[in-house]
């Protein structure tokens, strides 16, 4: 499929209120502005999550491979775990650290603080390499000097003169009734860290990948109003459950060219899934295939079947994939990039699926439109993904 998803190498959140605790091996990250009752004091929580640059390498390699370009999206997703006090509309940054950072190995509120790692004000384990507070370089901010509340990680806020990007933000908003899971377009900042590693920007800053600061914004961290208190706890790496936050990299490699093939005209069509093993290694790229007919063929004299005659499926064709269990789309239809291929042999699309997690089982839905009719199919396209 063009949709590749990544998890991260490392994640933990940071809190101003417990300046030196790790949180590396919690299986929650927060992002928050915690407001007491009495005597208002605020406290602030924010997450750090770094992906592996290798593994971007390696998906944005293969994308320019195959489509001569670098043409593609790039979206940190995270996944509610706990949304408390949005109320007012209140929108989420992230920005590219700059600064290397540790995991660690704590828990938040361990009976014993673990300070192994990364802190509100340590990037290494506790008493070595504090974020800087003071004369950052250009386009690097992070807390000043002398505030209560110095520390919290330092990040890039400028495009560092990049050609066709402003900025390296990324935001997100949310209110009472909007869906909490984060989806952040961080495309620009996955853009500049695969040039910055290929060493392609000349006399440029390097921003080299260091993960991704989420926070609130300014104006709703360290407010002490019991009414600015927002609030949302996601799954971390650590987490036991099915999401995991993942940097999803799409791009569109759509090919169509049916050569002597029939397209379909008829919603009554029947498609059979080939090319399925049923299962498939974490590490295998599979490209399914379609065997496409009509459901009812006009009778006409012929030498041969017209059952065993492939058709292909219509422009506007998409897949879908589904997990089992919960019921919930992984990859959902998508026109830019699900779009179903074809070749002179039939409709086909490729799936990576180390984007899926392993053992699970997960059903292909295909959607088409013929005759101003949309037919989605379901027709027990399943498979698993197994740990290799």
Request: proline share 4%; hydrophobic share 35%; glycine share 6%.
């Amino acid at each position: 499929m063009a949709v590749y998803k990544l998890f991260p190498s490392q994640d933990a959140s940071i809190y101003s209120g417990y300046p030196a605790m790790n949180t590396g091996l919690d299986p929650i990250l927060d992002v928050a502005n915690y407001v007491t009752e009495a005597n208002p004091i605020s406290s602030v929580a924010r997450s750090l999550v770094q992906f592996d640059q290798t593994q971007i390498n390696n998906v944005i390699d293969n994308i320019a491979s195959v489509t001569s370009s670098l043409n593609f999206t790039a979206s940190l997703k995270s996944f509610v775990a706990k949304a408390t006090n949005i109320v007012l509309k209140s929108s989420i940054e992230a920005y590219p650290i700059s600064g290397s950072w540790n995991n660690g190995s704590g828990q938040y509120l361990d009976n014993t603080q673990n300070t192994t790692g990364v802190s509100w004000v340590f990037s290494a384990f506790s008493g070595s390499a504090p974020w800087p507070i003071d004369s950052f370089s250009s386009h690097v901010t992070g807390s000043y000097s002398g505030s209560n509340n110095a520390g919290g990680c330092v990040w890039w806020t400028g495009s560092g003169g990049y050609t066709g990007i402003g900025s390296l933000e990324a935001t997100q908003s949310f209110n009472l009734r909007s869906e909490k899971d984060l989806n952040l377009n961080v495309t620009d900042t996955v853009k500049v860290w695969y040039s910055s590693s290929k060493n392609l920007i000349g006399a440029l800053p390097l921003i080299s990948n260091e993960g991704f600061v989420v926070k609130w914004e300014d104006s709703k961290e360290f407010i002490t109003s019991s009414a600015v208190t927002p609030q949302l706890s996601f799954y971390s790496i650590d987490t036991n459950t099915i999401y995991p936050p993942e940097l999803e990299i799409k791009w569109r490699d759509f090919i169509y060219d049916t050569g002597s093939l029939e397209v379909i005209n008829t919603p009554d069509l029947f498609v059979a899934l080939d090319n399925n093993a049923g299962i498939f290694y974490s590490e295998s790229i599979n490209q399914f295939r379609l065997n496409v007919r009509p459901q009812f063929p006009v009778r006409i004299f012929e030498t041969s079947s017209m059952y065993t005659k492939n058709h292909a499926l219509p422009t506007s064709s998409y897949y879908a994939i589904k997990d089992l269990d919960t019921n919930e789309f992984v990859v959902d239809f998508d026109t830019q990039n699900t779009q179903i291929s074809c070749d002179a042999t039939g409709s086909y699309f490729t799936v990576y699926m180390n984007g899926l997690e392993p053992e699970r089982y997960y059903q292909i839905l295909v959607q088409t439109t013929v005759d101003n009719n949309t037919i989605v199919m379901d027709e027990n396209y399943y498979f698993k993904v197994v740990n290799g």
